[in-house]
């Protein structure tokens, strides 16, 4: 059992947690990156048809969005370091925030891998043929024509995913790295104040995931801003709204 709740608690612990936040943030910011190009990497067999990497691929999409990011982070941190023994390779002494990003990386590269497929799928083909009728090649008609749209197309889903990477490294503890979770387990076994710990800890990762949710909602605007809009409230209304009515679908199908 705790102590008596005491308010004045919550706003001594929140510098202290905000202290670790830049931790927090290089695990979200290195596992997208490199989920980003891991995604990249995924989707391109499945987009293209190629019959083994694209197997391969369903495989591995399949695996990291059908189990829990906490079994992932254990199955990496004990299981990379066993795999590299059989070719001599020694880990131990590798620090554990590299296994935390490789988990999310992995974790991330399937979500992405799957919003980048369903957003290129998006695209009016007729827009592409029309672009190869005027004489672009496939490259120009990619670059020019699909991937400005499916970036914008993507936005939304991007978002939430960073947002859930973002809440997801309170799992990271569980390795012992010392992010702003880890930090809030130390504050409430050495203060016993624990719901004032972890008052303080959803404040921060509600106000983060606020400004992020923002961040992105601005940026999505930007990329549409060259449709035509029905109404002043229209950005808003197509942002997480119809977008997610539209995508989520064929990415929780995963076809």
Known sequence: MGKKFDISYVLDFIP?????????????????????????LVAL???????????????????????????QLFLVYYGVPELFKLIGVDLSRT??????????????????????????????????EAAYAIGMSGYQAFTRIVLPQALAISVPI???????NLKDTSLAFSLGAMEMTGKSQ?????????????IALSLIY????????RTFL????????????????EPRRRGFGVWKKQLLPSIKEGG
């Open 95 to 128: 620090d554990v925030l590299v296994f935390v990003i490789l988990t999310y990386s992995l974790h991330s590269g399937a979500f992405i891998s799957e919003g980048i497929r369903a957003a290129v799928n998006a695209v009016d083909r007729g827009q592409v």
């Open 45 to 71: 067999p499945r987009l293209y048809n190629i019959p083994v990497l694209k197997r391969i691929s369903q495989v591995y999409v399949s695996f990291f969005r059908g189990t829990p990011i906490l079994i």
């Open 218 to 233: 601005y940026v999505e605007r930007r990329l549409l801003r060259h449709e035509k809009q029905v109404g002043a409230q």
């Open 206 to 213: 509600f106000v983060i995931s606020t400004a992020l949710e």
């Open 158 to 164: 991007f978002a939430n995913l960073v947002i859930a």
């Open 16 to 40: 202290k947690l905000l202290s670790y936040l830049h931790i927090t943030l290089f695990i979200v910011a290195a596992s997208i990156i490199v989920g980003i190009a891991i995604g990249l």
């Open 186 to 198: 130390t504050l409430g076994g050495v203060t016993q104040h624990f719901i004032e710990t972890y």
